[in-house]
């Protein structure tokens, strides 16, 4: 069982930077890999960011690269998004979830946050 939990969320103006972070509590933290998901306005949930439970393995979604950047601090027990340079269509919900490797060779995140809301205007 583990608890996420967002935080940094808010209205920030277009080109302007933010920083998300999702703390964890109730299970070993840094045995999860650990993403960012979120939902844009007329969008489904989509995949932002994910990184391994070392920190050495990153991947991030084609959209957002060289603007967002995901970090893991196991000692914290706390995963960063980096936002820079925002655009108003990174306007989301965004989520911390905390997976494991499945089967097929992907990612089944078990726990998932509350969310917090990420406002950009132009």
């Known amino acids: 069982q583990v608890q996420l939990v967002e935080s940094g969320g808010g209205l920030v103006q277009a080109g302007g930077s933010l920083r998300l972070s999702c703390a964890a509590s109730?299970?070993?933290?840094?045995?999860?890999?650990m993403g960012w998901f979120r939902r844009a306005p007329g969008k489904e949930r989509e995949f932002v960011a994910r990184?391994?439970?070392?920190?050495?393995?990153?991947y991030t979604l084609a959209s957002v690269k060289g603007r967002f950047t995901i970090s893991r601090d196991n000692a914290k027990n706390t995963v960063y998004l980096q936002m820079n340079n925002v655009k108003p269509e990174d306007t989301a919900v965004y989520y911390c979830?905390?997976?494991?490797?499945?089967?097929?060779?992907?990612?089944?995140?078990?726990?998932w946050g509350q969310g917090t809301q990420v406002t950009v205007s132009s």
């Open positions: 109730g299970d070993t933290f840094s045995t999860y890999v």
């Open positions: 979830a905390a997976g494991r490797l499945n089967s097929g060779g992907g990612y089944f995140y078990n726990y």
């Open positions: 990184i391994s439970w070392s920190g050495a393995g990153i």
